[in-house]
């Protein structure tokens, strides 16, 4: 009796055991998801003084530009919108950095820059650090089977054939990233969880390559809360600015900064999902889904009609079903834009917000177009939908019911282990 318990008891305290057996896990965070250094050198036009002065002191060394607190002070969201802007070049058909910004993305292959967002501050600025420590609480360890995929998740990625140097490097690297768990885990294939935009990434992934390399490396594709065909709030972003719930910031201070961004080009709602549905509506117009280009001639962003014509809508229409087994979680319940009203005061002027389902920021029928769309396709065996009702998008992976969620489906994909231990 004694020994059998002492048995059992070495068993589950011996990580090490424990670890071996696991399949490695990597994470990919979302939108603003993990920290991101600039430097700023001689061809940086600081836009006043403050900008400049705040230039001076970073010294020509390297800085973290997301996130800091004073982000949200107003004279330095300037500063941090124009260093954060992106520029879409015609000629070169591709996106780049402000003049005299230089970014870099710390900690690639860690769970570093995605526990928290700035490190002196965890308790505000927490990401995935609580989901990073309950693995670890079930044997994982990072750096060994467990690691971490920052990425610049201002850049998207364009359909193939068009550059898109930051997008299709990170895909690679992610790439890299995943043979090197496979092959420093005894050939185990591994899990990813993704977290929002981070899905849309990890689909672009399995959907370039091979169907004998996502047989061979990936094991399971957990997607927590992926806005498969966009989200009606992006429209807002673009249209007015969003400052994600903070009072204290005005949303045309970011607004340009937000425009610029290829990721949030990425993310407006896709003709596919939300098809007929009217989500804008003005005194004059009414604009669909497939009304964005005309939508973004309107709000004052024509520089956004090419690039979303040419690079985002035929990826939009190109995905397929990604063939490895997929769960996707899902918050449901919280009150989500699926409409917005402008008046007659134009784009400047936040709009009146019709809501509907989702999980706060994406919308039910986007969260859910991974299984509307593909359940049914030949290749794509397991397709599994978790719903956590009430859970807001950025808390699926904070909230400890979520997180209880996402460990207990890696548990039960690491299933032959967890069995043999009940
Ligand atoms: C999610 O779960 C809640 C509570 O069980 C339920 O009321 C709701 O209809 C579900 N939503 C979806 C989209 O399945």
Redesign the pocket.
């Known amino acids: 009796m004694n020994s059998l318990f002492l048995m059992v008891a070495s068993l589950c305290l011996c990580h090490n055991s424990i670890a071996v057996d696991l399949h490695p896990l990597v994470l990919v965070p979302g939108s603003g998801g993990n920290q991101l250094e600039a430097r700023l050198t001689s061809k940086y036009k600081p836009s006043t003084l403050i900008c400049k002065l705040s230039a001076l002191q970073t010294k020509g060394s390297w800085f973290r530009l997301w996130f800091t607190p004073s982000v949200i002070i107003s004279p330095f969201t300037q500063c941090f919108a124009e260093r954060m802007m992106l520029y879409y070049d015609p000629e070169l058909d591709d996106y780049h950095n402000a003049p005299g910004v230089e970014t870099r993305v710390p900690h690639f292959g860690s769970t570093e820059g995605l526990m928290y967002l700035d490190p002196h501050l965890k308790h505000i600025t927490e990401y995935m650090a609580t989901l990073v420590n309950s693995l670890e609480e079930v044997g994982y360890e990072s750096g060994k089977n467990l690691f971490g995929a920052p990425y610049d998740f201002r850049y998207g990625l364009a359909d193939e054939g068009h550059p898109c140097q930051v997008g299709n490097q990170y895909l690679q690297d992610l790439k890299m990233l995943i043979e090197s768990a496979f092959v420093s885990n005894g050939e185990k294939p591994v899990i990813i969880v993704s977290h929002s935009l981070g899905g849309l990434f990890v689909l672009q992934l399995l959907n370039r390559s091979p169907l004998s390399w996502r047989h061979k490396y990936i094991k399971h594709f957990i997607s927590v809360s992926a806005p498969w065909g966009g989200a009606v709030l992006q429209m807002l972003t673009f249209a007015s600015g969003y400052t994600l719930g903070i009072p204290v910031v005005n949303p045309l201070l970011v607004r340009e900064e937000q425009r610029s961004s290829e990721s949030n080009l990425w993310l407006m709602p896709s003709p596919k999902v939300f098809a007929a549905k009217p989500l804008v509506v003005t005194e004059k117009k009414s604009y669909m889904a497939s009304d964005i280009s005309e939508f973004l001639m309107d709000i004052g962003f024509g520089e956004g009609v090419c690039p979303y014509k040419t690079r985002i809508e035929p990826l939009l229409d190109s995905l397929e079903a990604p063939g490895v087994p997929v769960t996707c979680i899902v918050g ?2 919280v009150e989500t834009p699926e409409m917005l009203v402008y008046g007659n005061e134009g784009f400047d002027v936040q709009p009146r917000i019709v809501y509907g389902d989702g999980d706060g920021t994406v919308n ?1 029928e986007s969260l859910l177009a991974l299984e509307s769309l593909w359940s049914g396709l030949k290749g794509q065996q397991v397709l599994k939908v978790i ?1 956590v ?1 009430g859970v807001s998008h950025m808390s699926l992976v904070k909230d400890e019911v979520a997180v209880n969620e996402i460990l207990a489906q890696v548990q039960s994909i690491n299933s032959i282990l967890l069995t043999s231990f009940a």
């Open positions: 449901t319940g039910l719903n009702s």
